[in-house]
């Protein structure tokens, strides 16, 4: 007789952790730094505070002198906005639990990172997490607590208020196996790529070995936070549309256009509703199922909606964009450009790109550095679509450059859904639109750098005559 | 004030499909037939029954003359076990629900394949999916249901018993939109692709546009179902020793480490107690949090331990994959291989390698044909350790072989757990114990193939004198 068994997500993801980036000592390591320093920097810049974050990895105790893989103890401390307290045991004891499930850009998505950095803590060392945050500066709450994983639900060993002292923010302390000898040089290039694409923060790492690096702010300005919005059109399924009705407060189907969709005004609801066959003042809880599937068909295939605009965006832009590059890679010369917002399958996106040449950077020939709302992406290059539009559409040859031309080339994708291909968010799949946005972007910044060495070109001649 | 929701885990992967391999209706349509082929198949393997497969694509009634994409039907009927009437609907309603979340090979692994089909065909034409399953011949159950994805639960449309008339097994029809004209050549390579690894089966495909393909039995010969296993001590967190000691009914540990894991007898287990200072009277259930973390260490470090059987793995054998490619390649010259039952992180895996030269094969040049647990992968081949192993360790003119030679090389790994780094079962990790296996193997068959051509080579030469 069949035996059948139900799994909870957290059960799911400690059987299939290497899905989220925790598949050995090395890697749960890196991705345990990627998971809280996110959480941090989002909490800030949603709020517009300057970040200050602070990270230390130290052997934990009795495992000083052992040989990796070990046990490590890793504190990150933020001054961000906090979370209440009610909050905290379900925000990291629960995986699909969270405040980022909106269409806004931010660096997490999921609602399950911090959450599986805990959970492997767990399963290596058997510690629980302390987890202390303030959200005014007045108290504090610090809680002990673990992760009940066949119930994906948190286990609250202690709590305790205290006096915050001015202090607001959050502080992670959890202990794990990991490998530190293996993932230093990753972890020090993400802290690297982090301080090239948010140089109005603070970070400070201390590491095992003591070594202490401050990456300083090298900038006050920082990018105007996301504002949630209306879906597009484009991308709403049969789901999504009959969730919307269900919601509608009532009123014809002409209000409820201009009122649940992102720029469609009445002028344009109208055009649609004549467009798909739909008269404006039908009440939408009364299409059928199949009126429904039209609807959304139409919605789809009519061409009169506006592209989504950038509001709920937060690109870089290029006043921050410069000021990281000229700070982490002081080159001889670089230049960014920026691409209008665009959207694939109706989730808006911006594209950014920038190029450095010569000066510090010293290696030879190009390397690309790939980022998605502002998070480094440091593995599986070759599966990326900035790679393939890099390796497969850009012919270096035309843009003067060389096989040992000293070049870095950084893409920025931000969206309020980046198409990830894992949820380790390793890599970004090649939706053609987003492709389509690189390889304009790219060409752009390779065509400023070819001017720029032409000109150099030709007053080198101009000395040497 | 933040707010924070909480998510199913079928709310998960509706928003966050293309995970899962439901990025677009081309993807969809392929990973639909995907996920019901793997369950029939599964179903048939592992009560030894002959499969009989049967797939029909057509366009949806009112979307004759549409083009692609559009409304599909796919109706997939099997042979199989069947499944008990009670669990029908969670089977298929529910992620994260099913039968094969055990220590035993199988192609199904996450627990939400076919519901993830039904979900996509849902919320794109609003349709109900069919599911007809009988369990004995006698008598099946019919059901009409959808998915509430908030919930994570099965809607029950309607239900009704009837007469079998000795059909056994289970029958799914379900709508969705898909892009026939993108992903027809997808279909027919992984209907190829599974009658090459599965010549056991009847097949039995018929597409829209009316062409029906058979692929015939080449062969009644079945490997033996995997028998579920005891885990290995090497793959033992502290979560799972935990979970394991408070299951166990009482006795000393000598006892528990004998009916806990896999091949460890007394002998090993009174060595590995000595080695880890932990008398062997011990009650586990005493054991303190420290010294829990002090033996899941033990286990991993000890290295007196048995490596694993094959008993949980079912690999095709040489005379099943022989007649798999002799039916779907008919080459000139083919060699197979497969290695002993090894391990990574605890998990028995075995790599069955085939080589395929000439006759009717005539791509000019090596193609890779991967298969992890009998599951054909036609994706992201350049990510998959197969590929490495191909591209960076294998120097092909050490085997005279050049640019033009037509071959096929064929990669199986089958395990109670494949290393997918992805939930759409894309692409396979580069474990390296994994990567050993397949080296080794893939060197064993063009060493075969070295000896076969020079052997022809010399035949030849005797030949023109
Ligand atoms: N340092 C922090 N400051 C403020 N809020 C935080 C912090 N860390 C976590 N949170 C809250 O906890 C929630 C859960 O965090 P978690 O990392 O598990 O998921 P996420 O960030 O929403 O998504 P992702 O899995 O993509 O990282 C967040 O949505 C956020 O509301
Ligand atoms: N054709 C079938 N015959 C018998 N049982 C089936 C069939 N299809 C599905 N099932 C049952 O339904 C369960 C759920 O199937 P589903 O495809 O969602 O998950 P899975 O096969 O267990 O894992 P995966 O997500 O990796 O495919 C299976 O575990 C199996 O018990
Ligand atoms: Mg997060
Ligand atoms: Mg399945």
Known sequence: ???????????????????????????????????????????????????EVYVRITAARGSEDKPDPKHYEIVVMDNGSGIEGEQVPK????????????????RGMFGMGGTMSILYGQITTNKPVEISSSVDGVKFEKFLMMIDIEKNTPIILERQKSEANGWRGTRVRLTLEGDYFRSSTKIFDYFKNTALVTPYANITFIDPLGKLVHYTRGTNVMPDPPKETLPHPHGIDVEAAKRMIRLWK???????MVQSFHRVGDKIALDFLKYSGIPPETDPKSLSNEDLVKFTEALHDYEGFLPPDGKCLSPMGEEIFSAGIVKELSPEFFTVTAREPAAYSGFPFIVEVGLAYGGKINQQGIKLLRFANRIPLLYDEGSDVSWKVLSDEIDLKRYRVDQDTPLILMTHICSTKVPFKTVGKEYIADRPEVEKELRNGIREVFRKLQIYLSRVGSMEKQRKK
Chains 1, 2 share one sequence.
Request: hydrophobic share 35%; with cysteine.
């Open 1 to 51: 007789k069949t035996v059948f068994t139900e799994i909870s997500p957290s059960e799911f993801f400690y059987r299939n952790r290497d899905l989220a980036g925790f598949s050995n000592p090395s890697r749960a390591l890196y991705s345990t730094v990627r998971e809280l320093v996110e959480n941090s920097l989002d909490s800030c810049e949603l709020y517009t505070i300057l970040p």
């Open 91 to 106: 925000a990291f004891g629960r995986i699909f639990y969270g405040s980022k499930y909106r269409l806004r850009q931010a």
């Open 250 to 256: 009532g009123g014809p189907i002409s209000k409820f």
